[in-house]
C-alpha cells in the first residue's frame, strides 16, 4: 500500500427534528475534512442537505470521517449522537 493507512472514523447518528438536520449541515459544512452519511446502502455527502433529506431521517444513520479533526466535530455534534 502506497502513502501509508488512512482511519476512517465513524458515529451513529439520528435526528429528531428538521431544524436539528439544518443545524447538524452547517456545523458539518465548516467542518474542513469529508464526510459522508450511511444508510443501509446509500452514501450521501454530509455537507448536502438535499442530500441529508433524501434519507430516511427517522431511523438511524452513520457519519464516516475520511480526514481532519474527527475529535473537534465529535464534539461539535455530540447532541446528535444517539
Do not use: C, P
Not at 443545524?23 to 459544512?29: D, G, I, K
Not at 459522508?36 to 433524501?54: E, F, M, N, W
Not at 431511523?59 to 447532541?79: A, C
Request: aromatic share 8%.
Amino acid at each position: 500500500m502506497m502513502g501509508g493507512t488512512s482511519a476512517v472514523n465513524s458515529v451513529s447518528l439520528r435526528f429528531l427534528t428538521l431544524d436539528e438536520i439544518q443545524e447538524f449541515a452547517w456545523l458539518v459544512r465548516n467542518y474542513k475534512g469529508d464526510t459522508d452519511l450511511i444508510q443501509g446502502r446509500r452514501t450521501v455527502d454530509a455537507k448536502s442537505i438535499l442530500g441529508i433529506y433524501s434519507l430516511n431521517i427517522q431511523k438511524q444513520m452513520e457519519l464516516l470521517v475520511h480526514n481532519g479533526d474527527f475529535e473537534q466535530l465529535r464534539i461539535q455534534i455530540g447532541k446528535f449522537i444517539r
